[in-house]
């Protein structure tokens, strides 16, 4: 049957379109109130307050985070005391058994460098030279200056260096060159700058040898001139303004398991870090083969970034400083070694000397060493953390000692104590039991897990004993099995789960004092652990999913803790949904933040009920992806960063669309 539009619109069809369209209305406004859910902000009643300092980051020296990372030192083995004295080293030219070797000083004030480089041009038939590959390559900046200096000693003048920046074909992109100075027993630092010409993430460094005679070298260095705050071999600044960005409460440094080291022989002590860079100790960093299908031989600490750089990097981005300290105990997942426990006063002097170091006067014996280095002014430490996810009794015996001395010497520092690499099981309630009985003051829990159990966990500190120890979350990153590749793991399943998860640690503030994710950087090419919060390559950094969802929390830390219920129960994942607020007393505003989980979009109608005057509309920053498995890639543009805009607030009432796979964050001043 042929239909006509005369058919289709006759007035009973019109009627029958018409209550059915009425219906459907009906229908929809009905749905719409069911999916809206309506959560309620307590705001004159504030549950307990915030600890200022409470979200920071946690440093270790792990996938390249420090050297050929942030500490801006262009050069790989400068000093050729790596386990292959050559290793970034290429030798250029004819050369003869004799015209380039590596010799050893006995002299005592050498013993922490000890090796340095002897060549000898006298014999050769051709110009002999040197050519470091740098970690991976050298990012090089066109119109940027390179600072080069060594340490060298010549006892005939005659030789002539001539250096060069290299692009990733060969070609020169800077040169120049200096002429050593004669001097038969004294060692001599000598500098210059290039220049380059070009832009190339892998570029290189070349020396020529002009000239004959013999000339030993030490102490091959080469940095950016655009280091951060332009100082002198200092930290690579886009690096650090990333961190500092976070606007962190405190840095916790150096580790992590390079504290505890491989074997005691290889922990990490902070003494032989500080003082001149050419008298600091380089040790095999221990993710050098801590992972057999990632291993990275030339791996190596040179404490270029020592206790003092750290410090003062807290210091430049207005973090506390929470230095970890090794409690005699290696690594129990490798040797396990002991320190006796009658053998503990070296471990306890190295804690009470930082203390030192950290906040003594001018006068005193470490106080001095930090005066010299440039910093007389106390650094004001408040936090030690004893060990590094150690267990079991043996851990709690030597805490125990440092607990006692450190009270007596130090009681206005705060000690923080491991509760071991387990967040729950038999370890961890044992640690548990036995911290909270010495009344130690932060027990520090650590999360690497799957985001199920993220989402899972968000009322893990609802029951926790308000009167007991503090809590620090020192480790936590949510392990995504979805992903194919290492960047991959920071996707945005990943970065969603932690957000729900930090409304937990958030509505719970007033037990869980500090919280940082772990581990901090990884070098696109370089890295042995993933995920990580910030990728980088040798010109940029990629700040990942979750890099963002820390800023969010970190950048508005409130000073109050705010009820935010749903029919009078915190909302930890009813309806998919999660949520906590807090109120900042300084800057007058209250703050939201609600995680979608679900593939739905959801409704949420927020009562904000309070004497406060609330402005007009509320500032809204959001991040969302379709795909769980969006990521932020290493070399290209960033996917999964928030984007801002305004919500009306009218009469205290806040209405919000929730996109799905979302996290808002929405800041109403008053």
């Not at 060692?187 to 892998?202: F, H, I, M, N, Y």
């Not at 040898?209 to 013999?214: D, P, Q, R």
């Not at 001149?276 to 993710?287: P, S, T, V, Y």
């Amino acid at each position: 049957m042929a239909f006509t539009g005369k058919h289709i619109f006759s007035r009973k069809n019109l009627l029958k379109i018409a209550l059915l369209a009425a219906a459907l209305q009906v229908q929809s406004t009905d749905l719409l109130a069911q999916d809206q859910k309506t959560f309620t902000v307590d705001m004159n009643k504030p549950k307990g307050e915030i600890n200022p300092n409470m979200w920071g980051i946690f440093f270790e020296d792990i996938n390249m985070g420090a050297d050929g990372g942030i500490y801006a030192e262009l050069i790989k083995n400068r000093s050729f005391e790596f386990f292959r004295p050559m290793m970034g080293w290429e030798k250029l030219g004819k050369n003869t058994e004799a015209s380039m070797t590596i010799l050893n000083r006995q002299e005592e004030e050498h013993q922490a460098n000890p090796r340095y480089l002897r060549v000898d041009t006298r014999k050769a038939d051709t110009t002999l030279g040197l050519k470091n590959e740098g970690f991976r390559g050298m990012g090089i900046k066109e119109g940027l200056a390179y600072d080069f200096s060594v340490l060298y000693r010549q006892a005939n003048a005659g030789i002539r260096v001539k250096l060069e920046l290299l692009d990733s074909t060969g070609q020169v992109i800077a040169e120049t060159a200096f002429q050593p100075t004669a001097d038969v027993q004294n060692w001599q630092s000598a500098e210059a700058r290039l220049v380059a010409t070009k832009t190339d993430p892998k570029g290189s460094f070349r020396m020529w040898f002009e000239g004959k005679g013999v000339i030993d070298l030490d102490m091959i260095s080469l940095f950016p001139e655009d280091t951060w705050k332009g100082r002198k071999k200092g930290l690579r600044a886009d690096m650090v303004q990333a961190l500092a960005d976070l606007k962190p409460g405190f840095i916790r440094f150096p580790g992590g398991c390079i504290v505890e080291g491989f074997d005691l022989s290889q922990r990490f002590q902070w003494k032989k870090t500080v003082g001149a860079i050419e008298d600091r100790q380089l040790i095999i960093n221990r993710w050098n083969t801590e992972f057999a299908h990632r291993l990275t031989p030339d791996y190596f600490q040179t404490f270029g970034l020592g206790f003092y750089e750290y410090f003062l990097m807290a210091e430049d981005i207005g973090a506390e400083p929470l230095p970890i300290l090794n409690c005699g105990m290696a690594c129990q997942f490798n040797t396990g070694e002991l320190v006796p426990l009658d053998e503990l006063d070296p471990y306890i002097q190295d804690a009470i000397d930082l203390i030192e170091f950290a906040n003594g006067s001018v006068n005193t014996t470490w106080g001095k060493v930090r005066a010299d280095m440039g910093h007389p002014e106390p650094f004001n430490l408040k936090l030690l953390g004893v060990g590094n996810e150690n267990w079991g009794p043996q851990y709690v015996e030597r805490l125990a000692v440092f607990q006692k001395i450190l009270k007596e010497k130090h009681p206005e520092v705060e000690i923080i104590a491991s509760a071991g690499p387990y967040s729950s099981g038999e370890y961890f309630e044992y640690l548990d039991k036995e911290l909270r009985t010495m009344n130690v003051d932060i027990i520090d829990e650590h999360f690497y897990q799957e985001p199920k159990w993220f989402l899972n966990n968000a009322k893990r500190y609802d029951n926790y004993d308000r009167q007991g120890p503090k809590i620090f979350a020192g480790e936590y990153a949510a392990h995504s099995r979805a992903a194919t590749h290492a960047e991959q793991r920071n996707n945005w399943e990943a970065a969603l789960s932690e957000a729900a998860f930090l409304t937990g640690l958030e509505r719970n503030a007033d037990v869980v004092q500090l919280a940082s994710y772990a581990p901090l950087f990884a070098h696109a090419e370089g890295w042995q652990w993933n995920p990580n919060l910030i990728w980088v390559d040798n010109m940029k950094v990629y700040p990942t999913p979750s890099y963002y969802v820390q800023k969010a929390y970190s950048n508005n830390t409130g000073t109050h803790i705010l009820s935010l219920l749903d029919q009078g129960a915190a909302v930890a994942g009813q309806d998919s949904v999660y949520a906590s607020a807090v109120l900042d007393e300084e800057h007058r505003n209250i703050t939201l933040k609600l995680v979608n989980v679900s593939g739905q979009a959801k409704q949420i109608a927020l009562n904000l009920n309070g004497s406060q005057k609330l402005a007009k509309s509320a500032q809204v920053e959001f991040i969302t992806a379709n795909d769980l498995g969006a990521f932020n890639a290493v070399g290209k543009e960033l996917r999964v960063v928030p984007q801002q805009t305004t919500l009306p607030v009218n009469k205290k009432k806040l209405d919000l669309p929730m996109q799905p796979h979302a996290f808002y964050t929405i800041k109403i001043t008053y």
